[in-house]
């Protein structure tokens, strides 16, 4: 079967910078992958270059869809969605309204005839996002009567209601306590077990271990670890690069006795 994305030697530099070097990741159909790592170890880069907002070596599919030379835009058409770790919602418009925009897809004069009305908000897209996450009661209410939480909810819905075929999602805990945090990685379970692909980036360990059906961790912009949660969690390699940035927490999150204390 054609995994749904498929990258092989994605590599990314800014200036001399190497963000990324020959990073391969792969998701299957109805898949859950984490992507973690260290602060800088290129994650949301990776994000930013699958999706087309920054220049790549490399080669990337989707559905066997190559998308070289292809712009953001074109790539969310075919069902390449994402979040963004700054909550952009409009403010001007409801919560249900937010979630319309993304899953409407209007032609040319419906593109015009929405500069001068509202958007059609009444679509079964948004009604399901909406209700996958807790927010049919909020539909109504403005962003700004939000919860940072809640705001992070909307922005994950509306990319739900895209009909994305890969969802990815780019720190969607931050801002969660622990109980929220929990019910979110609920959600994307729900949302993966009925066939959207997802690629989870986020620095809750404990949500991306416990949710993910794969897991692959980058340090430095190359790929150190990649299997299972239960194998990935006791790589050495993993052990390592996360203490020397994060410390025991981290650590302990990972549920490894490492015998070394914080610094």
């Excluded at 299997?227 to 990972?254: F, M």
């Amino acid at each position: 079967m054609t995994p749904v994305l498929e990258a092989r030697g994605v590599s990314v530099s800014f200036g001399g910078v190497h963000a990324l070097a020959d990073v391969d990741v792969t998701v299957e159909s109805g898949q859950l992958v984490g992507l973690i790592g260290p602060n800088g170890a290129g994650k949301t880069t990776f994000i930013d270059a699958i999706s087309g907002f920054v220049d790549y070596r490399g080669a990337v599919s989707l559905d066997g869809r190559d998308l070289s030379g292809m712009r953001p835009h074109a790539r969310a058409r075919l069902g390449l969605a994402r979040t963004w770790q700054s909550i952009e919602l409009f403010d001007d418009l409801t919560v249900r309204e937010n979630i319309a925009v993304a899953a409407d897809h209007p032609s040319v004069w419906g593109s015009l005839r929405e500069v001068v009305s509202r958007p059609e908000a009444a679509t079964e897209q948004v009604d399901d996002a909406l209700r996958v996450f807790g927010l049919a009661d909020r539909g109504g209410v403005m962003p700004t009567e939000l919860s940072q939480a809640e705001r992070k909810l909307v922005g994950v819905a509306r990319a739900l209601a895209a009909s994305a075929r890969l969802l990815c999602l780019d720190e969607p805990a931050a801002g969660l306590d622990a109980v929220g945090s929990e019910m979110l990685g609920r959600q994307l379970r729900e949302i993966v077990d009925r066939g959207t692909s997802l690629l989870l980036v986020d620095h809750d360990m404990g949500l991306v271990l416990s949710i993910s059906d794969h897991v692959v961790v980058l340090e430095f912009g190359t790929v150190i670890a990649d299997g299972k949660p239960d194998v990935v969690r006791t790589d050495p390699n993993v052990i390592t690069a996360y203490l020397g940035s994060a410390g025991a927490e981290v650590a302990a999150g990972l549920g490894v006795e490492t015998g070394e204390s914080a610094p």
